[in-house]
C-alpha cells in the first residue's frame, strides 16, 4: 500500500469521527484537514506542506511505515 493510499485509508475509516483539538471544534476530522490544507494554499505555502497539512493530526487516525518501508 502506498503512503497516499494509507492516507486515504485514514481518512475513510475515521474521517468522519469529530476533530478533537483544544476548542473542541465541530468538524469532522476530514473536514479540519482540509480547511487546514486550504489555508496552506492561502498562505502559498509550497506543495509538501500543504500535503503535510493534510495529515492526521488527531488519534486514534495515526500515520506510521509499516516494518519494511
Same mark, same amino acid.
Given at each position: 500500500m502506498t503512503l497516499i493510499e494509507r492516507i486515504e485509508s485514514l481518512f475513510a475509516e475515521h474521517g468522519s469521527r469529530a476533530y478533537e483539538g483544544a476548542l473542541k471544534e465541530s468538524v469532522s476530522a476530514l $473536514? +479540519? #484537514?482540509l480547511q487546514c490544507a486550504q489555508l496552506a494554499e492561502? *498562505? +502559498? *505555502? $509550497? #506543495? =509538501? /506542506?500543504? *500535503?503535510t497539512a /493534510? /495529515? =492526521?493530526t488527531s488519534a486514534p487516525m495515526h500515520l506510521t511505515a509499516p516494518a519494511g518501508d
Open positions: $473536514e +479540519h #484537514a492561502w *498562505a +502559498h *505555502a $509550497e #506543495a =509538501p /506542506l500543504v *500535503a /493534510l /495529515l =492526521p
